[in-house]
Every structure is written in structure tokens, then in C-alpha cells.
């Protein structure tokens, strides 16, 4: 008896260590990666037609969650089905639960177990619907979005902030970007996006004149209205609207009104509140007009029972105002403090009060300042007053574009392997310290009018919104190398239905070739439409015929890197700014503006390349696209690259002067002014060819 016990016991032992074993073998790969994995042999087959079943119990919590995820099944995976219903889940189901008095269930964590069918259970409706995020990373890295690895899953966050600010004053990003990058930032189970609405460029490089320093105010306003930025704005309909987005996708809006310095759009509109002292960016704070001025401006986002600002915490700025004045400083930070809270929301301020040390309190309690520099704010100082902090180290964290200070792209790798929120700066706080509520990373375009486009400023952020989710959900537990986790997040892109990057297929695919015959795009989905165009010479070329000339493909712009190869033909008498390619992001033209030479525009800039298309002859063009610069091939050979540039003004400071191209492929030709002339051989690659490849191309 007792032999047979110890072989029992044994027998149980060696079980349980080879279902630890199959624990730790091949989990599947998502970004943050899951905190504990149990595989089972084989996949779950998601099937053309899926159900999702509620409980119905915690339906009326779990149905918005439910919505979401079905309307990204859909955009991941062309015509599939997907319904909802309350009841207990049949085989190929996903079952949704939630079990709220679980206290062993960590806030916003989940538990999946995946096998004849799904079962997703949760303490709360966020910790679901972070559920479906995994599913659907696993579900893409698979090619027919098809198989989900069998096992079982319980994951959970580390730090409660998980965030990202972007500076959308000093350069206008559209509602339709913010509004991706609320699902992007969701499909990384980041969930605070900070939005930076006011701020102004420096002065020096507009000759210190403050009357020419560019600034902006991104919202709309009612109480002044000439402060709402000309260039670049957000309705406060479509405001409240994102952040209606953001609650679907799991991720908060932060807005930021920033005062009393970086404050320019301020006293443009209202010049007696500016500082004649520190210059017109600073807020005069002995002048009542200022208070009464700010007062408005807040009143108006905040007030009522459906503000324009209608999460629970609002950002009320507090940075680098002149340390002379540091006493004044602290009274208006803690009247904007109060204020902000008698609206009912809690505050957050960027960390300033080591700089403006003093002896006006600042009230602390239930307000959080990001740690940014442990010069103007000491975090174990801050802490020790009462502040929650969100770590965001300028030195790790921040992004500046093209401006060469801080990072132009971050140092994921260092990040990856040294960094979480708990370290600010030299200061080291426990993970689990509940004064740090997590991290957030920036990006900062500081140097207005360099160039910069929206393409160029996510092309920054995707990486590091990457490495940053593993870091911010995670902590300090990295599951794999860095390298690997390089390689391998290459399989998880932007979320469903976004291509921000504008890539398509491997690197070294043809993403298509335009076959004028047959009127279709080869190695793709066939066109979407076309207008006003003529096919000649036995197929071989596309006849524009300016105006509304034009054919639509299913692309609408290829990302870094890429060649685009094309032969043209133009007639005489093209008119100024005739477009050959374009898209809602950009356009290339056969005569930029009033030069009569080949360039594009985008985002407000035009960009000439020093080469005049001549007309009633074939040429062949090249352009080459990276995150540096656009270069220009004629005939093969290299005509000019367009990179590296600086702009000097007369004080002598230089701004870098940026001219990539996200290339437009949505049209060829133009739905208002399109080239008039011929084109055939038009190729586009997922790839920069090299001198000699593209010499070939077309011969």
C-alpha cells in the first residue's frame, strides 16, 4: 500500500511538473505579453459565423465590450459573421463573464481559457475587453486570422497609467488621427491619452519677436473665439465625441490647457494678461484681468452636466513659469487646482514646485503631477507631500522630432531592458509604490514648422508604443530578449482595420502594378474606381486628362520604405499644381505651385525636387521614400535626394527641414486637378531598390 502511495504521489509530482513545463513552452506572443500561460495541444478555429454570448447577468456591462470586439473581428477579417446573445456558450463560442467580487482578480486583469470554445472571465468590463485585445493580436499573427492556440491565461497590469501625451499645439494632428490612435493605443492595452491643446514655438526663431512666434489653441471657443487655432482646430462636438471613443476602447482622455507659461495663444488674443517681464508666452499673475481671462476659458470645458471635458481628470499645465516668481506661481497653481476641482474633476499638473520652491501651500491631495525632470519637481519630494506621480522622464521618454535634443526616436532597447515607471530619473520607487499610478511618453514638436508630418511623428511613436506597453503592463518582468521581442512584434501591427504605417505584405513584396489593359492592379484587390481616364496604345498606357481625371485604388499611401516607379508622358499646357498621384494625405505634382518642377506637397508644406518633367516624351521617375528624406531617379539615374536640409534664420539659429513623403497611392491623377498627359509602367514596392534594380525598372 504505502509503495503504490509513493508511486501515486510520484505519478503526480512528474504531472505536475510537465504541465509547469507545458506552461513555459512556445506561449503565444502578444504585446504586453501575458503574466501566465498553461498551452493545451491544438487551436481554437474561429468560424466564418462566431458567437459571442453574454452572461446575462452582467450583459448590461459586457454588451458595449461585446460591440467593439465584433466590429473589430469584422475589420480584421473580411466577411466574417458575428452576433450576440445572452445564454450559457456552445462549442465555437466566445463566453463572456464577469465575477466582481473576486478580490484574488486584479483590476482591469482577465482570464481566458481557450479551447472547443472561449471563455473570458473578469473581475470588471475593462479586464473583458483588455481580453479581446489579446485574442485579436493572436488572431493576426495567424495569415487567415483563423487559429487561436489552446490553453489557459491570467494576465493583469502592473501600473494603472499607461499613457502617451502628444502635442497636438505646436503641430496640428486631424480628429481622424486622434481617433486611430485611441484604437491603436487600445490594441496595446494603453489606456491614457494625454492631449496637449495649447502651446507656442520659441521665439528665437522668429527673431525674438513674439508677435510672429508661431502658437496655437486646438478648441474650439465660444468665450474668444479668435483663440481657436486658423490652421488646424477640433469642434467641441467632435472633442467630446473622441473621448465618447476612447471610453469603447478602454483608454481615457487627459486634456491639457497649459498655463501660465507656454501661454502665447493666450495673450495674443488677450495682450494686457501677457508677462511684460518674461516675455509674452508667460501670464502677467499680479494683473486680474489674467484670472478672470483663464477663468472663462476653463468655465467652459468644464461647466455643466455634459461638459466639453467630460472625463474625471483634466490637465491644468503648471510648467517652466520664470522661478523669480515662484510664491505667485504656487498661488495660481493652487487657485487652478480648486478651481478645476469645483467642477468636480481631479487634477493633474505637470511637476514644478523644487524649481518654484516657496512657502504658498499648493494643495495635494487627490492631484497627480507627470514627474518629468527631478529638477523642477524631486519625485520622492512630491510623494512625500501627498502627489501621485506618473513617471514620464524626459530623458527616456521624451520625443522631440527632428530637433536634436532629447530623442528623435527612443532607445527602446535601453528601455526594454532597464526601465519601468518606478524609475524616475536616478530616483527608484517600488513597483508596487500605489504613490507612482504608472508612466506615460511623449512626443513634443517643439521646433513648429520643421516639416514634421503626422506620418513621420507615428513612425516615431510605434515602436516605442510597443516596448512601452510590455514595460507599462509588465514592470520589470520581460518575457523574452529584446531581440526576440523585436522580431517578433514585427507579426502585430496598429490594431484592426489601421495601416497608419502604410505597409502592406513582406518587405521584398510588389505591392502593385497597375495593369491599364484589363483595368486592374496586379498582386492586389482589383481598383475601386475611375473617371475621366483613357487607356492607350494597346493597354499599355493610362490617358489623364486633367480636372476630375482619375483612378481610385485600394491604397491610400505606402509607408517608409518604398520605391514607386512610373513612366510619363505629359502633354503641353499643364496647369500650376498638377497632380499626378494623390491622396487625403498628399499630393505629387507635375509643376509645384508657380515653378513648373516636379514636387509634392503635404500637411501645408510644398517640396520642389530641382527637375522640370519635360513634356511630349517618356520619362522615367523613380521616387524613393525613407524616414529621412525623398530622393528623385530620372532615367535611372540618381537626379537629387532631399534630405538633411536646414532652415537658418537671422539670429543664425537652424531648424531641420524635413521633406519626406508618405507616397499617395489613392489616385492616380486627381479629383480636382489632375496632369494632363500619359502614364504606364507604374509600380510600387515595398522596398528601397538599389541604383542598379531601379535602372532596370521599366526598361
Known amino acids: 500500500m504505502m509503495l503504490s502511495k509513493i508511486r501515486n504521489a510520484t505519478a503526480a509530482l512528474l504531472c505536475h511538473a510537465a504541465c509547469l513545463a507545458q506552461s513555459n513552452v512556445n ?10 500561460w498553461h498551452g493545451a495541444e491544438g487551436n481554437f478555429i474561429l468560424q466564418d459565423k462566431v458567437t459571442l454570448t453574454l452572461d446575462p447577468a452582467y450583459s448590461d456591462k459586457l454588451t458595449s465590450v461585446a460591440r467593439t470586439f465584433s466590429e473589430d473581428l469584422k475589420a480584421m477579417r473580411r466577411g466574417l459573421q458575428c452576433s450576440i446573445r445572452n445564454g450559457a456558450p456552445s462549442n465555437g463560442d466566445i463566453y463572456f463573464t464577469l465575477h466582481p467580487d473576486d478580490s484574488a482578480r486584479r483590476k482591469e486583469g482577465y482570464g481566458l481559457e481557450i479551447g472547443n470554445k472561449i471563455t473570458i472571465d473578469a473581475r470588471e468590463s475593462i479586464g473583458a475587453f483588455w481580453a479581446t485585445r489579446t ?4 488572431l493576426e499573427q495567424d495569415k487567415a486570422h483563423r487559429l487561436i492556440p489552446k490553453g489557459k491565461a491570467v494576465d493583469y497590469p502592473q501600473f494603472a497609467v499607461r499613457g502617451f501625451v502628444l502635442d ?3 503641430k496640428f494632428f486631424t480628429m481622424e488621427y486622434l481617433r486611430n490612435y485611441v484604437k491603436f493605443m487600445s490594441y496595446y492595452k494603453m ?13 528665437g526663431f522668429y527673431n525674438n519677436n513674439w508677435d510672429s512666434t508661431y502658437a496655437a489653441f486646438r478648441l474650439e471657443c465660444a468665450a474668444y473665439p479668435n483663440l481657436t487655432a486658423k490652421d488646424g482646430s ?11 471613443l476612447g471610453k469603447s476602447y478602454g483608454v481615457i482622455i487627459v486634456p491639457e490647457i497649459d498655463v501660465p507659461a507656454h501661454s502665447l495663444a493666450f495673450t495674443r488674443i488677450v495682450p494686457e494678461i501677457g508677462s511684460k517681464v518674461y516675455g509674452m508666452d508667460h501670464l502677467d499673475l499680479d494683473n486680474p484681468l489674467t484670472y478672470a481671462v483663464l477663468d472663462n476659458i476653463f468655465k467652459e470645458y468644464l461647466e455643466g452636466p455634459a461638459p466639453v471635458f467630460i472625463g474625471k481628470e483634466v490637465h491644468i499645465g503648471t510648467d517652466e513659469y520664470a522661478k523669480k516668481e515662484a510664491e505667485k506661481f504656487r498661488a495660481f497653481t493652487d487657485r487652478y487646482i480648486r478651481y478645476a476641482e469645483s467642477f468636480g474633476k481631479k487634477v493633474r499638473l505637470w511637476g514644478a514646485l523644487t524649481h518654484a520652491q516657496g512657502n504658498t501651500p499648493v494643495k495635494s491631495e487627490n492631484v497627480t503631477m507627470n514627474f518629468w525632470y527631478n529638477g523642477y519637481a524631486d519625485p520622492k519630494e512630491m510623494t512625500r507631500l501627498g502627489y501621485d506621480g506618473i513617471s514620464t522622464p524626459d530623458g527616456w521618454l521624451y520625443i522631440v522630432p527632428a530637433a536634436g535634443y532629447y530623442n528623435d526616436y527612443l532607445n527602446t532597447k535601453k528601455i526594454y531592458e532597464e526601465w519601468t515607471p518606478n524609475k524616475v530619473g536616478k530616483e527608484i520607487f517600488s513597483e508596487d509604490d500605489p504613490k507612482i499610478r504608472g508612466g506615460s511618453f511623449a512626443v513634443w514638436n517643439d521646433h513648429a514648422g520643421n516639416g514634421i508630418t503626422q506620418h513621420d511623428v507615428h513612425h516615431r511613436v510605434f515602436p516605442a508604443m510597443q516596448t512601452l506597453a510590455q514595460k507599462m503592463w509588465g514592470g520589470k518582468n520581460l518575457p523574452t530578449p529584446y531581440e526576440t521581442f523585436v522580431e517578433k512584434s514585427k507579426g502585430v501591427g496598429e490594431g484592426p482595420g489601421l ?3 502604410g505597409r502592406f505584405g513582406n518587405k521584398d513584396s510588389l505591392v502593385w502594378q497597375y495593369d491599364f489593359k484589363n483595368k486592374k492592379i496586379l498582386k492586389s484587390k482589383s481598383i475601386v474606381s475611375q473617371n475621366n481616364v483613357i ?8 490617358q489623364l486628362n486633367g480636372g476630375k481625371s482619375f483612378v481610385e485604388t485600394p491604397y491610400r499611401g505606402i509607408g517608409y520604405n518604398y520605391t514607386v516607379c512610373f513612366s510619363i508622358n505629359p502633354h503641353e499646357g499643364n496647369a500650376r499644381d498638377a497632380v499626378i498621384f494623390s491622396s487625403t494625405d498628399a499630393t505629387v505634382k507635375l509643376k509645384q505651385q508657380g515653378t513648373g518642377k516636379l514636387g509634392f506637397s503635404r500637411e501645408g508644406y510644398a517640396v520642389c525636387f530641382n527637375y522640370e518633367v519635360p513634356v511630349k516624351q517618356w520619362t522615367r521617375l523613380a521616387i524613393v521614400g525613407d524616414n529621412q528624406g525623398t530622393t528623385l531617379y530620372v532615367n535611372g539615374v540618381l537626379k537629387e535626394k532631399l534630405a538633411g536640409a536646414k532652415r537658418t534664420f537671422a539670429n543664425g539659429k537652424q531648424m531641420a527641414k524635413v521633406q519626406t513623403l508618405f507616397f499617395p497611392l489613392q489616385f492616380i491623377g486627381d479629383k480636382e486637378n489632375a496632369f494632363k498627359g500619359l502614364l504606364k509602367n507604374i509600380k510600387a514596392y515595398n522596398y528601397i531598390l538599389s541604383e542598379g534594380e531601379i535602372a532596370m525598372v521599366n526598361d
Open 135 to 138: 485574442l485579436l493580436q493572436l
Open 535 to 542: 487607356v492607350n496604345g494597346a493597354g499599355q498606357a493610362l
Open 168 to 170: 497636438c499645439a505646436r
Open 191 to 203: 489606456n491614457d491619452f494625454h492631449i496637449h491643446l495649447n502651446d507656442n514655438a520659441f521665439s
Open 234 to 244: 477640433y469642434g467641441k462636438k467632435e472633442f467630446m465625441e473622441l473621448q465618447e
Open 499 to 501: 495601416n497608419m504605417l
Open 27 to 36: 506561449p503565444p506572443f502578444v504585446i504586453p505579453a501575458l503574466r501566465e
